[in-house]
């Protein structure tokens, strides 16, 4: 009693559904009655097949890299991999084999190698970026409990759609289908209860993190346009002496001589706006020094367009025109302390849950993930609180399989029905597992769909299911519930003796 006692308050803690729509609205709600074991003669069977392979971790930077291969890193089973099938898991030909079998070391003229023309061919505008490429670090996990529920708006559709169907579905499906599409999934983190650390979670998305630091950049960098209005407009052109200009290396994108006053607020401007994923120094060890009169002039041209920050006021109004710097400092003041806010429980959706940028807290939510995809545990114990709130009954049938239906299943006997509803009964006790189709041609046989014949059984069967003396399950197989049969005495245990009569 002590175990399903605290089962229950943990089914509640997790679950807690918001109140119901008010077309769902139900008054009087009775407790929640235990789960209804009954010994069922047929056990449906299914493909349980695994959840959809979903990539829960993008990135920063690498969005038109990621590419799902399903083998290892050899090539073997690549989507793109052509050839005939004969000519699959071959090593190709060597190019510097000689005919005779023997390989041939002779390199060119210049004495380099296959992988020196190859850096040659690659030039120097385009130098190698392998920060990617580096092992990554070890990140500690977060003090954090992570469970995954289901997103109301979904749930409020499947709850509708049993409610109409009147079948049957298996829970640990259902909880499988949410799970293979994160938009229909919500992400609850906690902080755990010996911890002293907080959360904080952005207003506007959701996104939550462990450092207020952090959070902050956040803001500044995904929601600065919805506090200011960004204009660009045209300056004279710089005046003076330069004799070089400073360069992207990954874009390419001119950001001016080092002793023009906007060199530096150039090159943080463009790392925060392309580069976030990267340290400030690393960025700086990626600009090139050019000395071309012709890019010196182009650069003077370019610099022409200033962008300028007008925040947004009440009515519709601008304010007067900053720089990028300004609108930070304004942000870091006025605007962060109200959108962030500090909790020890957050929820938010599983596709905002992808693009936290806490390290280790991303991590928790990852090795979660991971779990909750081989058994979806959590979700599971989510539903059946919300199922439950929404007046659904939970029964296990076959091998302690969880069902969810809106009818709770009542056993009945043939031998107190009337003849058409004898029959139905007694043809599903002796062939369990029959489908509609099946059960109408057994009874009725060689008779068109449209007969008046066939309503004798068709609506029985109706009557039947609504009533939950017949189960329907999902994929249209119809079965008979049977009362739990009890457990019998065991052999070596004692009959006791009658108490004693006190006078």
Request: contains cysteine; aromatic residues 6%; positive net charge.
């Amino acid at each position: 009693m002590e175990e399903e006692t605290k089962a229950a308050e943990e089914e509640a803690k997790i679950a807690a559904p918001p109140p119901v729509e008010p077309e769902e609205k139900i008054v009087d709600t009775p407790p929640p009655k235990p789960e209804l074991v009954l010994d069922f003669n047929f056990v449906p069977t299914w493909a349980r097949k695994p959840p959809q392979e979903v990539n829960f971790y993008v990135a920063p930077g690498r969005r038109d890299r990621d590419r799902d291969y399903s083998s290892d890193d050899r090539g073997r089973g690549r989507p793109d991999r052509k050839g005939p099938p004969s000519s699959r898991g071959t090593r190709p030909p060597d190019r510097g084999a000689r005919g005779d079998g023997r390989r041939d070391d002779r390199r060119g003229r210049s004495g380099r190698g296959r992988d020196d023309r190859r850096d040659d061919r690659r030039g120097d505008e385009r130098p190698r970026d392998d920060r990617f490429l580096r092992r990554p670090e070890y990140v500690a996990r977060a003090p954090v409990q992570v469970r995954f529920v289901p997103e109301q708006k979904r749930l409020s559709a499947v709850v509708r759609q049993i409610h109409l169907s009147k079948k049957s579905y298996p829970l640990v499906e259902l909880a499988s289908l949410f799970l293979s599409k994160p938009e229909t999934c919500e992400v609850r983190i906690e902080m755990n209860v010996d911890s002293n650390a907080h959360l904080y979670q952005c207003k506007t998305c959701r996104v939550v993190a462990l450092d207020h630091s952090l959070l902050a950049a956040h803001v500044l960098k995904d929601h600065l346009s919805e506090y200011f209005t960004i204009e660009e407009k045209l300056s004279d052109p710089p005046t003076g002496q330069f004799v070089c200009v400073a360069k992207c290396g990954l874009s390419g994108v001119l950001l001016g001589p080092p002793n023009h006053h906007s060199y530096s607020e150039r090159i943080h401007e463009l790392h925060h706006t392309r580069y976030p994923e990267m340290s400030l120094e690393e960025y700086k060890n990626r600009i090139q020094m050019v000395h071309e009169p012709a890019l010196i002039e182009q650069w003077k041209e370019e610099s022409r367009k200033q962008t300028v920050y007008h925040r947004k006021m009440a009515g519709g109004e601008a304010g007067p025109a900053l720089k990028l710097a300004e609108a930070e400092a304004l942000v870091a003041e006025e605007i962060a302390p109200t959108v962030i806010q500090e909790t020890r429980r957050a929820t938010l959706p599983a596709t905002v849950a992808r693009t936290i940028e806490d390290r280790s807290l991303l991590q928790a939510v990852r090795e979660a993930w991971q779990k909750e995809n081989r058994f979806p545990l959590t979700l599971t114990i989510a539903f059946r609180g919300a199922f439950r709130h929404r007046r659904l009954d939970i029964f296990k049938a076959g091998k302690g399989i969880d069902f969810v239906s809106s009818v709770p299943p009542a056993p009945l006997d043939p031998e107190h029905t009337v003849e058409p509803i004898r029959e139905v009964l007694t043809y599903l006790r002796e062939h369990p597992g029959c489908t509609r189709q099946n059960l109408i041609e057994a009874l009725r046989p060689g008779l068109a769909p449209d007969a008046p014949e066939i309503k004798s059984v068709v609506t029985p069967l109706a009557w039947l299911v609504e009533r939950g003396h017949i189960i329907e399950f999902f994929n249209g197989t119809l079965s008979v519930p049977l009362r739990g049969r009890p457990p019998e005495p065991s052999r070596e245990k004692k009959t006791s003796a009658p108490p004693e009569t006190r006078p």
